[in-house]
């Protein structure tokens, strides 16, 4: 089992370009979810989903979308990058509800010029 | 806003001797999680205790837990250098749905 898998692992972007952050999981998880990283802050909940075909917005959602079309896949995406979306990306999944650990992927860094 | 807070930001101990990190929250919970990062990688999950537990132990780890000051506490015994790592408290929050993590302490074992 590879678990959570995160591509790309680094990548840098001109500010106005969009890209696309893809999360594979083969645990057959229901739940995924999409943190940013950022120093002192700890992880912050972009948007996450509780099925393949749902999604919801986190804490911080605002200049990103999503999309959960296989249960799966969850991708996150950057229509607009901007500076302030330089971060390190975590996808994460879980069996069900808060009772049950999430599984992490190793990051994306992104840095936005 | 973030639901649990890590005590203290950072700690420097040295190998062999036992660290203790706090983490308090504010909302009611079910459960409470702890996990590790090491540099540059993702989370793994210590272990979660449950509200109706005091106590829980793994390994060389031992949590704590007081619903009534709303706090927990991490104990790592005889540190390792290995042990070098970031340490997260996490809660439920939305009925499960979301996972609220606090900002981490950083935790330095010098050999």
């Known amino acids: ?16 370009q969009s890209m696309t952050l893809l999360c594979a999981q083969d645990m057959n998880h229901a739940y995924m979810y999409w943190y940013r990283q950022d120093p002192g802050m700890g992880l912050r909940l972009i948007h996450y989903s509780v099925g393949e075909g749902t999604t919801a917005k986190g804490e911080v959602p605002d200049g990103y979308n999503v999309s959960r079309l296989k249960k799966q896949n969850f991708l996150l995406g950057l229509e607009s990058a901007a500076p302030s979306q330089t971060s390190v990306y975590f996808c994460a999944s879980s069996p069900g509800t808060g009772r049950s650990p999430l599984h992490f992927g190793n990051g994306t860094r992104l840095t936005v010029t | 806003s973030q639901q649990g807070e890590e005590d203290p930001q950072a700690l420097s101990i040295q190998e062999g001797e036992n660290a203790t990190m706090n983490c308090s929250y504010k909302t009611s919970i079910n459960n409470l999680q702890w996990y590790r990062q090491n540099s540059g990688r993702g989370l793994v999950h210590l272990i979660l205790i449950r509200s109706n537990e005091r106590e829980k ?31 997260f408290c996490a809660t439920p929050q939305e009925y499960g749905n979301k996972l609220v993590f606090g900002a981490g302490t950083i935790l330095r074992v010098k050999s």
């Open chain 1, 1 to 16: 089992n590879a678990g959570v898998t995160q591509t790309p692992k680094f990548r840098v972007l001109k500010t106005g």
């Open chain 2, 57 to 87: 132990h793994s390994g060389r780890l031992r949590v704590t837990l007081d619903t009534s000051k709303k706090s927990s506490s991490l104990l790592i015994t005889a540190s390792r250098a290995a042990d070098t790592a970031s340490y």
